[in-house]
């Protein structure tokens, strides 16, 4: 009897045991749960806009990265036709350009600001003249410390030193390209459109829309300045007007997107010598497209096994398979819903893509899938007055 009045009361602590590990269990997710409810969203994206009657300068949101979410956007500061936007590596002070002058009448602008991280708010600091018309494009050198502008309405490049509050200083070096090619209509000048540097921060390369050229410089780590490389230039076919451009993560590896041409110019990269060499030419465009479109925006994925590349016109984002030898398969083309996605961009975990579509003043969210690289709409879309830029950063 004894015996089996102690097996009973086992059986019962036993049980008593289990439920109290099962409420626990249960307030442990619970309070995990709150705890990251609580957390919020982890970056702030700001968008870039062309300014008008429905916009007034750059706008930011919250972004939940674990669901490809904006939210609660806002306006982050005034300033004139911010069509591209960069941040230092503390992200401490955000820099736009303003992209006034294509019309060869003014300079365009580049303009410094600190950031509010909590909030996103930006605070104007200073703005100087770019040198030519028609700023749209900037990157950093490696230290920071200097700051380059594309110019497209008159096709020169210079670099611009920071100081150390951020301010923007003096310009250290310029350069002005020359010559035209073979469209009257769009080439006959140069037009600079990007600034990219590459993975080691020896060079600079500068696409020229107007010259069919991808200009090549040394940069000097000490000042800043660039020189021209030797050779001083790799070309794309005649007309297709190169716009932007990526590296591949490996940095033997570079993908210029045409926008004219509505391709993807594969080139091979010499690192040490800084040289570019043309390998193979992509059509960027749905099969059976035969309407104007202008290429827009490139991306090659962390992994480097996918290049993405936007059509306006089309309304397209095209996506490619990376080969190991460089070479690219289109997979898929998938629409933007809506009208002239000038720029998209990964977010920082790669899970989702944004599409700012310029015309219908949206941006879509795509879920990227880990394996395939192909886009699904995640329908995490956000309301957004003529966006032409994205920018992440961490809160």
């Not at 992209?99 to 909030?119: H, M, P």
């Not at 390209?177 to 600079?204: C, E, I, T, W």
């Not at 076919?237 to 932007?244: N, Q, Y």
């Amino acid at each position: 009897m004894a015996n089996m009045l102690t097996a009973i009361r086992a059986r019962e602590a036993s049980r008593d045991i289990l439920a109290l590990m099962k409420i626990a269990f249960a307030a442990f997710a619970a309070l995990s749960a709150a705890n990251l409810f609580a957390a919020g969203p982890e970056y702030l994206v700001y968008f870039g806009t062309y300014t008008g009657p429905n916009s007034k300068g750059i706008y930011v949101a919250d972004y939940d990265a674990a669901r490809g979410a904006i939210s609660n956007l806002r306006l982050a500061g005034e300033t004139v036709r911010p069509s591209w936007m960069i941040a230092d590596a503390a992200g401490a002070h955000l820099y736009s350009v303003s992209e006034l002058g294509n019309d060869g009448r003014t300079n365009g602008e580049v303009s410094s600001f600190a950031i509010d991280r909590a909030s996103g708010k930006l605070t104007f600091i200073n703005k100087v003249s770019s040198g030519g018309g028609g700023a749209c494009h900037l990157a950093f050198d490696k230290s920071g410390r200097t700051l380059y502008v594309a110019d497209y309405g008159s096709g020169r490049v210079a670099a611009i030193r920071v100081k150390p509050d951020g301010a923007l200083g003096e310009q250290v070096s310029m350069d002005q390209h020359s010559g035209s090619s073979v469209n009257p209509g769009r080439q006959k000048g140069p037009h600079a459109h990007s600034v990219v540097l590459s993975p080691d921060g020896r060079y600079l390369f500068v696409p020229d829309l107007g010259l069919d050229k991808v200009f090549s410089y040394k940069v000097d780590a000490a000042t800043g300045a660039l020189s021209a490389n030797s050779p001083a230039f790799a070309t794309v076919t005649a007309g297709f007007g190169p716009r932007h451009m990526a590296f591949h993560p490996n940095g033997r590896l570079a993908y210029v997107v045409d926008e004219m041409g509505s391709h993807v110019s594969a080139f091979g990269y010499d690192a040490g010598a800084g040289k570019l060499t043309p390998l193979a030419e992509y059509s960027t465009l749905p099969a059976g497209f035969s309407r104007t479109n202008n290429s827009a925006e490139i991306a090659v994925d962390a992994r480097g096994r996918h290049v993405y590349a936007s059509n306006r016109g089309a309304n397209t984002i095209a996506v490619f398979d990376v080969a190991p030898n460089g070479t690219l398969k289109k997979t898929q083309d998938v629409s933007t819903q809506g009208r002239t996605p000038r720029n998209f961009q990964l977010d920082p975990a790669g899970r989702f893509l944004l599409a700012a579509n310029q015309d219908t003043s949206n941006v879509v969210v795509f879920r990227v899938d880990p394996k395939s690289g192909q886009l699904t709409p995640a329908g995490q879309n956000a309301s957004v007055p003529s966006p032409v830029s994205i920018l992440f950063l961490k809160k």
